[in-house]
């Protein structure tokens, strides 16, 4: 054996076994850090061909992408397919030739095909249900974490001999993932709801690939008993924001807690009243009538004599009395209307019939304001002024029944704004 070969074995036995193994540690690292670096720089550059694909598209890209000899890869997700870069345009050919991808939610595009020639106002009425159904799939499929969507509509329709005309309804399934699905399904009626003309979302009848059903019938949001509900809490968290304004300056926003409860009454009520002004009065008509009656009346009489029974004897008639009279009548009737106001008032806001509020108080904050030496009088009336200071901030009414009550109690340390320390490792070690 060489003389150098020996020399360079007996520094090497020199170093020692543990400076050996970790040479050889070293060397095999380096050789992997290479090895990784050229499998990953001699990998080729992959482009986007399509995204958003069903699983049965992908499947069938692959296989007429396979055949074709063009690499791919498939995205993580499972729903995008990736080729190697420069070969995305000669990809995208070879697959338009085969029909890929199928897509089920046909949209618009639908008229594209569809000829004039033999088109019956029946199929023309079902390839425009397609159609929408196809494009509210598409924008139901853009919310975030909605995989896939199909939508039936059956639109309205009356017959003949129907009376009544039959309301469109729809139902959508949907397959999601990460997200509130009892949330997206309010807003998915809502949607499609808008998107056909008469339809309401009560209507629309929501599910998932499961079969579970998300959304049906009423919308719940619209009840008496959630309206109620919803301005209750609006109601609290106002007189809430109120009272952190009032206290947070003065004691600081960790040393106080409140809690607030409130009780409304959201009924709808119409008003109507009609108000009659006696001092003010209207001509409503005016009728008159006149009336002039002249009346002349005069009598002739032959007196009685002896020539009247003489034969060939003509008596000479001579005046009789007469008489004359006038009337005359004039009448004027005028008809008032006095003057009304009809006010009808309809209200459908709310109003609170009873509110309570419990305040609790750090005690040691009062005592830092107050000197050590505060009594608990002196605490005891700083909690009486802080309790009406409340009574005005959060507009309480006695005589409504409204109740309050501020208490000055000692706060648990690590809940008044300080977080609890938590054991480090080498703590909970030490302990075992």
Do not use: C, W
Not at 276 to 293: G, K
Not at 374 to 395: D, F
């Amino acid at each position: 054996m060489p003389e150098q070969i020996q020399s360079i074995i007996s520094n090497l036995r020199g170093f020692g076994v543990k400076r050996l193994a970790m040479l050889a540690g070293i060397a095999v690292l380096v050789m992997g850090v290479i090895g990784i670096a050229s499998v990953y720089l001699n990998r080729p550059a992959y482009d986007t061909l399509y995204v958003g694909l069903d699983r049965a598209d992908v499947n069938q890209i692959g296989l007429v992408l396979g055949e074709a000899g063009i690499g791919f890869d498939v995205g993580a997700d499972g729903t995008s397919v990736l080729v190697p870069a420069g070969t995305t345009a000669q990809a995208r050919m070879l697959l338009a030739e085969k029909g890929l991808p199928t897509s089920a939610n046909a949209g618009y595009e639908l008229f594209d095909n569809v000829g004039s020639l033999g088109l019956t106002s029946f199929m023309q009425q079902i390839t425009r249900v397609r159609a929408l159904e196809g494009e509210i799939a598409r924008t139901i499929q853009s919310i975030s974490g909605i995989k896939a969507a199909r939508v039936h509509i059956v639109m309205s329709e009356r017959a003949n001999f129907r009376r009544d005309e039959q309301q469109p309804s729809a139902s959508v399934v949907i397959r999601y993932a990460g997200i509130d699905a009892e949330k997206s399904a309010m807003s998915i009626r809502h949607l499609v709801a808008a998107a056909v003309p008469g339809l309401s979302a009560d209507k629309v009848t929501v599910l998932d690939s499961s079969g579970n059903l998300l959304a049906a019938g009423d919308d719940p949001s619209n009840t008496s008993a959630a309206r109620t509900l919803g301005v209750e809490q609006t109601v609290e968290a106002q007189i809430g924001d109120n009272i952190r304004r009032a206290l947070t300056a003065y004691l600081g926003p960790d040393n106080f807690r409140a809690s607030v409860k409130a009780e409304v009454n959201t009924d709808t009520r119409q008003t109507e009243e009609t108000i009659f002004d006696p001092n003010s009065r209207v001509e409503r008509s005016v009728q008159s009538v006149r009336a002039n009656e002249n009346n002349n009346q005069k009598q002739a009489s032959t007196p009685a004599s002896v020539e009247q029974n003489l034969p060939e004897t003509q008596a000479t008639a001579t005046d009789g009395p007469q008489s004359s009279s006038q009337n005359d009548r004039r009448e004027e009737i005028t008809n008032y209307e006095i003057n009304s106001k009809k006010i009808a008032t309809v209200s459908n806001g709310y109003t609170v019939t009873k509110m309570s509020i419990a305040v609790v108080v750090n005690q040691q904050r009062l005592t830092t304001i107050l000197g050590k030496d505060a009594t608990p009088e002196q605490i005891a009336k700083r909690v009486a002024e802080i309790q009406k200071m409340l009574t005005s901030a959060t507009g309480l009414d006695e005589k409504r029944g409204d109740i309050i009550d501020v208490s000055a109690v000692e706060f648990i340390d690590g809940l008044d704004g300080e977080a609890i320390p938590q054991a480090g490792m080498l703590d909970s070690i030490g302990q075992h």
